[in-house]
């Protein structure tokens, strides 16, 4: 839901124009009639779009009061104004406003005003690529960790242990948590040295130091070894 901070001092068009955008579906995040309110209120809680009277009573006019907001937050501006002589409009136009609704306005004059902010909104959000935990390789993967790519050999890797949408690689070198499904990571990671043996775990069959008849170890790990699994890691074992 688009969110608008409502800046008039006159509060009967202030109530107004909040009563419009509500039953437009809008949701107002205030009603503000001085130029250090409207600043304070950005801080505290952004809007998507600022619907802001140029003629602002008070120290600080509409356009000045949206320079101020510009200095730390880029938020879509609406003017409303009584005055269209140049020496204002020019003035305005310094601060890239989205949109004049020129009082007195109706409802369809606000409501299309808005309405075309909001797609412009739509059309410059950026919806930024989700990072990759994992980068498989031949011989190596890339794993995420403490914000950088840190590259981990495969003969490296000992087991990798699941916890529901989580997975920790435990290597030779220490552990590195992912998020990502234990199902996912079977998909990744090269069947010839990696084999599930349990719903929440796989291991480095080249590492493996005891196979019992329900559990491995590896590095004095215990790990589970279901029956469903238990026959395939037994006929890789002996292809080895």
Sequence with gaps: MTRILIIEDDMIIAANISLQLTNLGY????????GEEAIMQTKENPPDILLLDI???GSLNGIETAKAIQKFRDIPIIYLTANSDE????KAKETHPRAFIT?????????????LVVEQLKETTVIPEPQKDLEVLKDRVFVRHNGKMTKLLLG?????????????????????????????????LPTSNFIRVHRSFMVNISKLDVVGDHHLEINRKVIPLSKSHKEFLMNRIHTI
């Excluded at 949701?27 to 001085?34: A, M, N």
């Excluded at 009082?103 to 309405?115: E, H, T, V």
């Excluded at 920790?168 to 990571?185: A, C, D, F, P, Q």
Aim: aromatic fraction near 8%; hydrophobic fraction near 40%; charge should be positive.
């Design 27 to 34: 949701e107002v995040t205030g009603i503000v009639s001085r």
């Design 55 to 57: 003629n602002l009573k």
């Design 87 to 90: 020496i204002t409009f020019a």
């Design 103 to 115: 009082k007195p306005f109706n409802k369809l004059s606000l409501q299309r005003s808005i309405a």
């Design 156 to 188: 490296e890797i000992l087991f990798i242990e699941a916890d529901r949408n989580y997975c920790t690689i435990v290597s030779e070198r220490g552990s590195y948590m992912l998020s990502s499904t234990l199902k996912t990571m079977e998909e990744q």
